[in-house]
């Protein structure tokens, strides 16, 4: 099968199309930087993307490409990829003769973790990155996805050996000593670790049609996460133990962090935000993921293991 993936240069893209190649398909990245595996192009550019579909010819086109948010403030070069890129897709998907099937990736920050959506077209998104993943979903829906099969996933958080800088914090923070549980409640957290979530992906490209046409999925583990033996785990492999801060005094240190912020204080470890974002629970349902590819391969302790050795290597 010949399969585009736009945006193939990060985290995710690179190991997607490691994993696609090994299964015996045909793939080429479509990414603002130029590489032996991508072709050079802007999906804000409406000719850019429409000559790397009729040069290439894909049956499948996997829209990884985005503008995403990971600092948790607005990016100041907007979210055009995330709207304007996806509408041109669509465009350059609808003249297509060789596009079969888009999978439209958007994000779980749709909606704020912890709610609740009553439909697939329910939205209460995170900030301006939320809102441009929500009016790119809706631009698919509006589209018909350009005429072609479609199924919009929103992944959830990313993990494992190559994750980017952002991610690597926490573990950091866990080896040095810094990182401190709040609490003593089990937290609950639907992950994706990067191995399960690309042989997802390459699930989603050849499915029956039935399973995916129309539809959004959540792609997330099988198993969530338990926060504290998720990093527990990590501490162990650092040689490493992690305390215990009561949730009353990290209150404290949050709203000190938040009046820091105020004065001008620079790159706060710790605020309000972050502590709710810790103390947050979500797990989403993975009945649809699993009835096509069956449920994650592997564990979240493999998961912990294979990270963990890749992170004391780099």
Request: proline residues 5%.
């Amino acid at each position: 099968m010949i399969i585009l993936v736009t945006g193939g240069s990060g985290f995710l893209g690179a190991a997607l199309i490691r994993n696609l190649r090994d299964g015996g398909h045909t793939v080429l990245g479509f990414n603002r930087t130029l590489g032996p595996d991508f072709i050079s192009g802007d999906l804000t550019k409406s000719e850019s993307i429409e000559q790397a579909v009729n040069i290439f010819s894909p049956e499948v086109i996997i829209n990884l490409a985005s503008q995403t948010d990971l600092g948790g403030t607005d990016s100041k070069f907007g979210y055009s990829a995330n709207t304007v890129g996806v509408q041109n897709l669509v465009d350059a998907v609808s003249r297509s003769p060789s596009v079969r099937r888009v999978i439209w990736v958007s994000s779980q920050l749709v909606n704020v973790p912890g709610y609740q959506p009553k439909s697939d077209k329910d939205y209460n998104p995170v900030g301006e990155y939320g809102k441009s993943k929500m009016t790119g979903e809706q631009i698919v829906r509006s589209c018909d996805g350009g005429g072609k099969e479609w199924v919009i996933v929103r992944p959830t958080t990313v993990w494992g050996a190559g994750m980017s800088p952002h991610y690597m914090r926490l573990l950091s923070m866990i080896q040095k000593g810094i990182y401190f549980h709040v609490g003593n409640k089990p937290l609950y957290k639907s992950y994706s670790y990067i191995d399960n979530l690309v042989y997802q992906f390459a699930c989603l490209a050849t499915a029956d049609k039935a399973l995916i046409h129309g539809k959004t999925i959540y792609l997330a583990d099988s198993e969530p996460i338990e926060l504290r033996n998720w990093c527990n785990g990590f501490a162990a492999h650092f040689g490493k133990s992690i305390p215990t801060m009561p949730k009353p005094i990290a209150q404290l240190l949050a709203k000190a962090g938040d009046l820091a912020g105020k004065t001008g204080v620079p790159r706060i470890p710790f605020n309000s935000l972050r502590l709710n974002n810790i103390l947050t629970e979500y797990v989403f349902d993975t009945s649809m993921i699993e009835a096509i590819c069956g449920k994650s391969k592997i564990s979240n302790d493999e998961g912990v293991r294979r990270t963990a050795e890749w992170f004391l290597q780099h």
